[in-house]
């Protein structure tokens, strides 16, 4: 008896579903980076102008990136669609949490707002924010780079950070964006490297993460389960 009980509490915990592979492309952001518009800009779209040292004018189209986010929202979704039970895992059995998101980001408006405090990077460019700030600055309005918010009813639905790239590839830029739900909970971290390969993240309950690294030989997007915990 007592072996079977010690064999019990010794067990393995039990492996969650894994949701299916994403083939590539994840998202479609290709034309997020483009020459700088030659005219003037629609209310609706939102252009950073990088000045880096020894690189050509570029503009990073922030409205363009988020809109083709979207489409790696709707990716993510089918993935945990394809694995029943991994939704349900991840969010703690909260319903439509991504079409939250979704609903959230197509209602957003760009805001002259930026966090007091600098939002920490890793890897020189990966947003890693659960919430949003809580005390605000004012964008100066010539930024070259650096984050941008963007807002619905006054509350944080996303937020973009545009860097200079890493040392060979310096002159492509880095984007990162952070999509919170209806309670502003980061739930979506999207990283595009133009110098490099893309990557996603699912943040969940009780500290459970999926993330989406892509696989060269599969030519697809691979998704692990991690722990937030360090």
């Known amino acids: 008896m007592w072996i079977a009980l010690s064999v019990m509490l010794h067990a393995a915990p039990a492996v969650p579903p894994q949701p299916a592979e994403i083939s590539a492309p994840l998202g479609h952001v290709g034309n997020a980076v483009a020459p700088p518009p030659t005219g003037g800009m629609l209310d609706s779209d939102r252009v950073v102008l990088p000045k880096w040292e020894g690189c050509e004018a570029q503009g990073v189209y922030l409205m363009r990136f988020l809109g083709g986010s979207t489409r790696a929202l709707e990716q993510l979704q089918q993935s945990l669609d394809r694995a029943p039970g991994a939704e349900k895992t991840l969010f703690g059995g909260k319903k439509n949490v991504l079409g939250e998101v979704m609903k959230n980001l197509s209602n957003s408006k760009f805001e002259a707002k930026r966090s007091c405090e600098p939002a920490k990077l890793i890897d020189g460019f990966k947003l890693e924010l659960a919430a949003p700030p809580k005390k605000w600055c004012d964008l100066k309005g010539d930024e070259q780079d650096g984050e941008f918010w963007f ?3 006054g509350k ?6 545009v860097s200079k790239g890493a040392e060979a590839n310096a002159c492509k830029p880095r984007v990162s964006t952070v999509l919170f739900d209806a309670k502003q909970v980061g739930r979506v971290y999207f990283h595009a490297d133009w110098g490099g390969e893309l990557s996603a993240t ?12 892509f696989d060269k030989e599969k030519q697809g997007f691979v ?6 915990k360090r």
């Open 202 to 213: 699912l943040s969940g309950e009780k500290c459970q993460v999926i993330d989406y690294g």
């Open 156 to 161: 944080p639905a996303a937020v973009v950070v």
């Open 223 to 228: 998704p692990t389960w991690k722990s937030c």
């Open 151 to 153: 807002f619905v009813k």
